[in-house]
């Protein structure tokens, strides 16, 4: 099954945001992907300091924006995992809806360990689901549940996932520091060693997308379950790339073999 991991630009509005929505999802659709991921609160964009201040954030804009990204699905024929702020009653949460290739939308994984620093701005989620397209099981993990909390991870593979989705964001456009060069180098930050850990200690794909900014922490990247690097963007790089894998190859083995009743809490005396 091909799958598409988008870099955009960390978009200032919406609109810009759907400009690189429709840009990359054709790209992708061209190379035969499908189902292409974006990366974290990609609509209206993740509230970067000395990022310009998102004023979109109200439930209409917000509605508009999944509507247009449901016909761009059935145009293209492509599930698309789109990151998004959302609101849930007077709650705002950070969540990454689903999208089938037909334009349905199947439903959102909200993100439920949020950064200390995000929960000014964010209610966490407390849940999780596993969604299915075509012949593909996956589940989905945002940003900082994903690199530090692996049980976001292993909870969709133990339930068959075969490919986890990262949409997440690393990285600034206005902080100089040093351009990352090699893909999980020894002096990167950890990032991209969690990614590889994530495929590795739950035997499965691991799809993490970033945004494409000047000064970025961690590229999108797609990890085999043997934790290899199979793919990845250029860094700062605007763009989609697609890789063909073999769903076979994701066994959940590892996952599978967990023994959560040896990590119960012991009864107190």
């Excluded at 970025?216 to 963007?233: D, K, R, V, Y």
């Amino acid at each position: 099954m091909k799958i598409a991991i988008a870099s955009p630009p960390l978009p200032s509005t919406i609109k810009e945001g759907l400009y690189w929505l429709d840009k990359l999802v054709a790209e992708a659709a061209e190379q035969a992907a499908r189902i292409v991921c974006f990366p974290e609160s990609f609509i209206p964009g993740y509230p970067l300091p000395n990022h310009p201040p998102v004023t979109e954030r109200n439930q209409p804009a917000l509605q508009a924006a999944l509507d247009h990204a449901a016909a761009t699905a059935a145009k293209y024929q492509m599930g698309i995992i789109l990151p998004m702020d959302w609101f849930e009653g007077d709650s705002l949460l950070n969540v990454a809806f689903v999208i089938a290739p037909d334009g349905s939308v199947l439903g959102y994984q909200a993100k439920t360990q949020l950064d200390p620093t995000e929960e000014v701005i964010w209610k966490a989620g407390t849940a999780h689901r596993v969604f299915t397209i075509d012949e593909l099981t996956f589940g989905i993990t945002i940003c900082h549940e994903g690199f530090r909390y692996p049980e976001s991870v292993r909870w969709p593979a133990r339930r068959g996932a075969q490919v986890v989705f990262h949409p997440h964001c690393t990285g600034s456009n206005v902080d100089e520091a040093e351009m990352l060069t090699e893909w999980g180098a020894i002096s990167n930050p950890y990032y991209e060693k969690a990614m590889m850990m994530r495929s590795m200690e739950n035997t499965i794909f691991f799809a993490s997308a970033n945004y494409a900014m000047r000064y970025p922490e961690s590229a999108s990247s797609l990890i085999a379950p043997n934790g290899t690097c199979l793919a990845h963007a250029p860094y700062g790089e605007p763009g989609v790339f697609v890789y063909d894998i073999n769903l076979a190859e994701a066994t959940g083995l590892l996952a599978k073999r967990y023994k959560p009743a040896n990590f119960a809490e012991e009864a107190v005396i």
